[in-house]
């Protein structure tokens, strides 16, 4: 049993990293991309393959970000939250990046200006109690 609960955190946790990686890949190949929709006044959300928000945390806010997918990038539809990214987020060359996966769909990425500020923000915890070999 306690195998079974392991294998299950560590299937989540390999999940959490991969959609972390995916993440950080996305927005770091499509930042040419996004320049040119701060130009745009309107948005045609039927040129995206999929349109969603994400929750997306940096310095403290919270921001709800329409963002879309379209020749597998993402781009942020948002343009302040775009703005942001763009001009400060993507230029951050220690940016650190949590993403938080919740069991009622309110998913999150946090985004960092450097590991230790990551690390100092977050409170750590075994998720399943190890039992001891004794």
Known sequence: MI???????????????IMSLFAVTVTACSEGYQSEVLVEESIDLSEYEEIFTQNIKYNGLVYRVLCGIKNDSLVYLDKTFN????????????????AVCSDNGEDMIEFYDNASELEDAQTWSILIPIPSMK
């Open 3 to 17: 195998n079974l609960l392991i294998f299950y955190a560590m299937k989540k946790l390999k999940n959490l990293f």
């Open 83 to 98: 703005d942001l990214y763009v001009n400060e987020i993507a230029l951050n060359e220690h940016l650190a990046m949590l």
